[in-house]
C-alpha cells in the first residue's frame, strides 16, 4: 500500500482531487456550489470543444475543395488551351509579318529579274556541326522546288543551292561550302572567274571567287554577281563585295575574297528561285 501513495497515478489523482476541492470551495464561497459540477464539466469540456469546432472547420473547407476540384481543373484546361491558342495566334502572326516583309523585298529583285520564280521558305533548322552554315528549308517538293534550285536572301544576294528535296522540306548547300562553285564575274571590270566557298574564309562568312586573272584590275569594293554560264544559276544574281585580293600559290592567277550579301549563318528567311 505504502509503494501506492508513492506512484505517479497516485499523484495525478491527489491533484484532481485537489482541483476538485478548490473548485466546491470556491463555489461555496460565491453561493453557486450547485452549479459547480457543471462548470466544472464546463472548464474539462471547453478545450475538447475547441478542438472539435476547429476539425469540423477544416473538414467542412477541405469538402468544398473537393467538391469544387473538377470546377478547378476544368478551368485550368481551359486556360491552358487559350494559351495554346493565343501563343499559336502570336507565332502565325510573327510568321504572316515576316514574310511580308520579305515580299516587300521581293518587290525590287522581279524588277530585276522579271522572268523569275520565287517561293518564300523559312529556315527550320541547321547543323551545328556544319562550319558552312547549311541548313533546311520548310518547303519542298509539294510546293514545286527540286534539287539544284538557287537560292536568295530576301535582298535578293545568292546565298546556296537546293541538294536535297523531300516532300515537305528541302536542304541547302551555301556559297561558304567548298563544294558550292559558280561562274560569277566582277561587275565593274567584267572579270570572270569562279564562286566558291573555302574552309579557310568561312569562319569569317566570306566566301572566294578564284581563277581571276593576274594582272586583273578588280579591286577591294568591287560587286561580284553570277553570269549565268552553264544554265546551273539565273544570271545577274548579286553574290558580294571584294574585300581582298591575294595571289594564287602557283602566281598564275589570283583569288578574291568576297563578303556575301546575305549573312549567311544567321539568316530566317530565304526564297528558292524555281524558274527563270
Same mark, same amino acid.
Given at each position: 500500500m505504502k509503494d501506492f501513495f508513492e506512484t505517479k497515478r497516485f499523484k495525478i489523482l491527489l491533484a484532481v482531487a485537489v482541483f476538485l476541492a478548490g473548485m466546491m470551495a470556491y463555489a461555496g464561497a460565491n453561493g453557486r456550489l450547485t452549479a459547480a459540477p457543471q462548470q466544472m464539466l464546463s472548464v474539462i469540456v471547453q478545450p475538447f470543444q475547441w478542438v #472539435? #469546432?476547429? =476539425?469540423? #472547420?477544416?473538414?467542412?473547407? =477541405?469538402?468544398?475543395?473537393y467538391v469544387n476540384i473538377d470546377n478547378i481543373l476544368a478551368e485550368n484546361n481551359k486556360l491552358k488551351e487559350e494559351n495554346a491558342a493565343l501563343e499559336q495566334k502570336m507565332s502565325d502572326y510573327d510568321r504572316m509579318k515576316a514574310e511580308n516583309d520579305a515580299y516587300k523585298s521581293l518587290e525590287k529583285i522581279q524588277d530585276e529579274n522579271p522572268g523569275a520564280t520565287y517561293i518564300s521558305a523559312f529556315i527550320i533548322g541547321r547543323d551545328t556541326l556544319d562550319d558552312f552554315g547549311s541548313f533546311t528549308i520548310d518547303q519542298g517538293t509539294s510546293d514545286g522546288i527540286k534539287k539544284g534550285d538557287t537560292v536568295v536572301s530576301d535582298d535578293g544576294y545568292l546565298v546556296g543551292t537546293v541538294i536535297e528535296a523531300d516532300v515537305n522540306s528541302c536542304k541547302v548547300l551555301t556559297i561558304l561550302h567548298p563544294s558550292f562553285s559558280a561562274a560569277g564575274v566582277v561587275s565593274r571590270t567584267r572579270d570572270n572567274g569562279i564562286i566558291s566557298g573555302n574552309s579557310a574564309y568561312a569562319a569569317d562568312g566570306s566566301c572566294t571567287m578564284t581563277n581571276l586573272a593576274r594582272d586583273t584590275m578588280a579591286t577591294a569594293g568591287d560587286e561580284v554577281i553570277t553570269t549565268g554560264l552553264g544554265g546551273v544559276y539565273p544570271p545577274n544574281v548579286l553574290v558580294g563585295t571584294i574585300t581582298e585580293l591575294t595571289p594564287e600559290t602557283s602566281g598564275k592567277s589570283a583569288i578574291a575574297v568576297i563578303e556575301p550579301g546575305a549573312s549567311i549563318k544567321t539568316l530566317t528567311h530565304v526564297f528558292v528561285i524555281t524558274d527563270y
Amino acid at each position: 500500500m505504502k509503494d501506492f501513495f508513492e506512484t505517479k497515478r497516485f499523484k495525478i489523482l491527489l491533484a484532481v482531487a485537489v482541483f476538485l476541492a478548490g473548485m466546491m470551495a470556491y463555489a461555496g464561497a460565491n453561493g453557486r456550489l450547485t452549479a459547480a459540477p457543471q462548470q466544472m464539466l464546463s472548464v474539462i469540456v471547453q478545450p475538447f470543444q475547441w478542438v #472539435a #469546432a476547429q =476539425l469540423s #472547420a477544416g473538414t467542412g473547407e =477541405l469538402w468544398n475543395k473537393y467538391v469544387n476540384i473538377d470546377n478547378i481543373l476544368a478551368e485550368n484546361n481551359k486556360l491552358k488551351e487559350e494559351n495554346a491558342a493565343l501563343e499559336q495566334k502570336m507565332s502565325d502572326y510573327d510568321r504572316m509579318k515576316a514574310e511580308n516583309d520579305a515580299y516587300k523585298s521581293l518587290e525590287k529583285i522581279q524588277d530585276e529579274n522579271p522572268g523569275a520564280t520565287y517561293i518564300s521558305a523559312f529556315i527550320i533548322g541547321r547543323d551545328t556541326l556544319d562550319d558552312f552554315g547549311s541548313f533546311t528549308i520548310d518547303q519542298g517538293t509539294s510546293d514545286g522546288i527540286k534539287k539544284g534550285d538557287t537560292v536568295v536572301s530576301d535582298d535578293g544576294y545568292l546565298v546556296g543551292t537546293v541538294i536535297e528535296a523531300d516532300v515537305n522540306s528541302c536542304k541547302v548547300l551555301t556559297i561558304l561550302h567548298p563544294s558550292f562553285s559558280a561562274a560569277g564575274v566582277v561587275s565593274r571590270t567584267r572579270d570572270n572567274g569562279i564562286i566558291s566557298g573555302n574552309s579557310a574564309y568561312a569562319a569569317d562568312g566570306s566566301c572566294t571567287m578564284t581563277n581571276l586573272a593576274r594582272d586583273t584590275m578588280a579591286t577591294a569594293g568591287d560587286e561580284v554577281i553570277t553570269t549565268g554560264l552553264g544554265g546551273v544559276y539565273p544570271p545577274n544574281v548579286l553574290v558580294g563585295t571584294i574585300t581582298e585580293l591575294t595571289p594564287e600559290t602557283s602566281g598564275k592567277s589570283a583569288i578574291a575574297v568576297i563578303e556575301p550579301g546575305a549573312s549567311i549563318k544567321t539568316l530566317t528567311h530565304v526564297f528558292v528561285i524555281t524558274d527563270y
